[in-house]
């Protein structure tokens, strides 16, 4: 049974700066003796999730919370999660006119976790945070100490990733945005010894014409700096920022063969010779014509791609989880995740998936999530125990329209993505995909299942569409002739109904 624990902080700060009440209702769905689970957290606030690591038999989770249709008050929370569900939790608050935003956490070699964020007090909407925090943890979320960085008086925002070196340097590289405008974000680079202290900073200064954007950060061989994947350097190419230890560096361009335009990468150690890349992919450099829009290559480190797999639908948006998308501890179970194309204040209906790819990106399963909320994926993280965390954040938008999101956290495993959905305790994950919904002149089902029939029937019960459903990924089917109303679908195998569904033509 999961537990929500009020958790009083002891620090060297004043205690009117630290919010010590968990506000927060947690439901945990199936929960299965420490296999997979379902947290939705329920807290009445605009929340969403921000970075997760592996810490011993726990995941520890971030996220950002602020009231509704207010940017004051904004605070941050951290969750720790362990194999059965159970979750601890401590909420931290700079004030009702200050902000706080955790980003991303290291796991230090005595068990303690620097926890390193963006606050400061509020301006306006895009001048929120403009000081860099680094807070230490002991193992129970108790705060140890507190440092602050603020950056030069007219940088605000500050989007960055964190990395750890096997010599216990860590680098900070990401972007701010000067006076809070987006279209003058601007590199910055920071390192830090295991204590919180900084090392260097540096803003660079290039006579850069597109906003310069940091993605996702990789350690260099021998601890000698990092790689920084970035955009803005020149028009619409994925630059690499080879970063050494004193922050020298060297731009180059990764080219695309399909001249693909790309965004929000990430890039993880592969092999001794390469890595894997997932990105947001749009077809020959046409961003208006939706095509594959999920990209995972395998790269060379000299940057080459070698082999490539397109994921989502032809015929819409898919796009990687926001943060981070990709991650694996066994090379032959890559996950991917991901989710439909919108706004988090979009009233609609949008399903969540995860793929599992082999060693060389052949696909071996698929599920969507879907079901009278709207799913926004964010975050990735493969588990030791050969399962992995999949962090979101959904609107429930039949019973609140208000922008209240809820944290979502799903843990699964490669059975519950290869075994059929019929077999699994999720109620909410599917094989097949059916849409749109409601639909027009066509309908579209997506699956990698093999031997499935798909029946369309009135509500009266009358057959009015059959057919085998080909393993092709995506069966299309002229609906052009059917009337105007309410139907009713029915997947099968083997005779046996595993999927059923209301389908609306308009």
Same mark, same amino acid.
């Given at each position: 049974m999961q537990k929500d624990m009020y958790m009083i902080q002891e620090s060297n700060l004043p205690k009117y700066m630290i919010t010590i009440v968990l506000l927060l209702f947690s439901e945990m769905l199936f929960p299965q003796n420490g296999g997979g689970y379902e947290i939705i957290i329920d807290d009445d606030y605009h929340s969403s999730p921000s970075c997760i690591i592996n @810490?011993?038999?726990?995941? !520890?989770? #971030?996220?950002?919370?602020?009231?509704?249709?207010?940017i004051y008050g904004s605070k941050t929370c951290i969750y720790k999660i362990n194999n059965w569900g159970d979750t601890t939790s401590m909420h931290y608050s700079i004030g009702y006119d200050s902000t706080v935003f955790f980003k991303s956490v290291i796991r230090l070699t005595n068990n303690h976790l620097l926890v390193f964020g963006a606050y400061g007090k509020i301006e306006w909407t895009n001048k929120q945070t403009n000081a860099i925090m680094v807070l230490e943890l002991d193992s129970e979320l108790n705060i140890l100490c507190r440092k602050n960085y603020p950056l030069p008086q007219n940088y605000w925002d500050p989007l960055f990733k964190v990395s750890i070196?096997?010599?216990?340097?860590? @680098?900070?590289?990401?972007? %701010?945005? !000067?006076?809070?405008?987006?279209? &003058?974000?601007?590199? +910055? /680079?920071?390192? +830090?010894?295991?204590?919180?202290? #900084?090392?260097? #900073? *540096? %803003?660079?200064?290039?006579?850069?014409?597109?906003?310069?954007?940091? @993605?996702?950060?990789?350690?260099?061989?021998?601890?000698?700096?990092?790689?920084a994947y970035a955009t803005g350097f020149s028009y619409e190419v994925l630059q690499v920022l080879e970063i050494d230890s004193c922050f020298n560096m060297n731009i180059s361009d990764i080219i695309d063969p399909l001249n693909s335009i790309c965004y929000n990468f990430n890039v993880k150690p592969f092999t001794d010779s390469t890595y894997l890349m997932s990105s947001d992919s749009y077809e020959s450099g046409n961003k208006n014509k939706i095509t594959n829009d999920i990209q995972v290559d395998i790269m060379s480190y000299e940057h080459e791609f070698l082999t490539r797999r397109f994921l989502g639908r032809p015929d819409t948006s898919d796009i990687p989880?926001?943060?981070?998308? !990709?991650? +694996?501890?066994? *090379?032959?179970? $890559?996950?991917?995740?991901?989710?439909?194309?919108? &706004?988090?204040?979009?009233?609609?209906?949008?399903?969540?998936?995860?793929y599992l /790819?082999?060693?060389? /990106?052949?696909? *071996?399963? &698929?599920?969507y999530f879907e079901g009278d909320i709207s799913y926004n994926a964010s975050l990735t993280n493969a588990t030791p125990d050969g399962g992995c965390v999949l962090g979101g954040f959904l609107t429930d938008w039949q019973n609140n329209q208000s922008g209240d999101m809820d944290i979502w956290i799903k843990k699964v495993f490669p059975e519950d993505i290869l075994t059929n959905a019929e077999d699994t305790p999720d109620p909410n994950d599917r094989d097949v995909l059916v849409y749109p919904n409601p639909f027009t002149d066509? &309908?579209? $089902?997506?699956? !990698?299942?093999?031997? /499935?029939? +798909?029946?369309?029937?009135?509500?009266n019960g009358i057959t009015v569409l059959e057919t085998k459903i080909e393993n092709n990924m995506t069966f299309e089917l002229n609906a052009s002739i059917l009337e105007k109303g309410t139907y009713i679908y029915k997947i099968t195998y083997k005779n046996r109904v595993i999927q059923t569904d209301k389908l609306i033509k308009f």
């Amino acid at each position: 049974m999961q537990k929500d624990m009020y958790m009083i902080q002891e620090s060297n700060l004043p205690k009117y700066m630290i919010t010590i009440v968990l506000l927060l209702f947690s439901e945990m769905l199936f929960p299965q003796n420490g296999g997979g689970y379902e947290i939705i957290i329920d807290d009445d606030y605009h929340s969403s999730p921000s970075c997760i690591i592996n @810490y011993d038999s726990n995941i !520890i989770l #971030t996220g950002f919370q602020r009231p509704l249709n207010s940017i004051y008050g904004s605070k941050t929370c951290i969750y720790k999660i362990n194999n059965w569900g159970d979750t601890t939790s401590m909420h931290y608050s700079i004030g009702y006119d200050s902000t706080v935003f955790f980003k991303s956490v290291i796991r230090l070699t005595n068990n303690h976790l620097l926890v390193f964020g963006a606050y400061g007090k509020i301006e306006w909407t895009n001048k929120q945070t403009n000081a860099i925090m680094v807070l230490e943890l002991d193992s129970e979320l108790n705060i140890l100490c507190r440092k602050n960085y603020p950056l030069p008086q007219n940088y605000w925002d500050p989007l960055f990733k964190v990395s750890i070196t096997e010599d216990s340097t860590i @680098y900070l590289a990401g972007s %701010f945005k !000067i006076d809070g405008i987006s279209s &003058l974000e601007r590199l +910055f /680079l920071m390192k +830090f010894d295991t204590q919180g202290d #900084t090392l260097m #900073t *540096k %803003f660079p200064d290039y006579p850069i014409g597109n906003p310069t954007r940091v @993605y996702d950060i990789m350690n260099r061989e021998n601890s000698n700096g990092i790689l920084a994947y970035a955009t803005g350097f020149s028009y619409e190419v994925l630059q690499v920022l080879e970063i050494d230890s004193c922050f020298n560096m060297n731009i180059s361009d990764i080219i695309d063969p399909l001249n693909s335009i790309c965004y929000n990468f990430n890039v993880k150690p592969f092999t001794d010779s390469t890595y894997l890349m997932s990105s947001d992919s749009y077809e020959s450099g046409n961003k208006n014509k939706i095509t594959n829009d999920i990209q995972v290559d395998i790269m060379s480190y000299e940057h080459e791609f070698l082999t490539r797999r397109f994921l989502g639908r032809p015929d819409t948006s898919d796009i990687p989880a926001w943060i981070n998308a !990709i991650d +694996f501890t066994d *090379k032959n179970n $890559i996950w991917v995740f991901g989710a439909l194309d919108h &706004l988090p204040s979009d009233p609609i209906y949008a399903e969540a998936f995860v793929y599992l /790819l082999d060693s060389t /990106l052949e696909v *071996k399963g &698929l599920k969507y999530f879907e079901g009278d909320i709207s799913y926004n994926a964010s975050l990735t993280n493969a588990t030791p125990d050969g399962g992995c965390v999949l962090g979101g954040f959904l609107t429930d938008w039949q019973n609140n329209q208000s922008g209240d999101m809820d944290i979502w956290i799903k843990k699964v495993f490669p059975e519950d993505i290869l075994t059929n959905a019929e077999d699994t305790p999720d109620p909410n994950d599917r094989d097949v995909l059916v849409y749109p919904n409601p639909f027009t002149d066509k &309908l579209i $089902i997506k699956t !990698i299942r093999k031997g /499935l029939k +798909f029946s369309l029937f009135t509500i009266n019960g009358i057959t009015v569409l059959e057919t085998k459903i080909e393993n092709n990924m995506t069966f299309e089917l002229n609906a052009s002739i059917l009337e105007k109303g309410t139907y009713i679908y029915k997947i099968t195998y083997k005779n046996r109904v595993i999927q059923t569904d209301k389908l609306i033509k308009f």
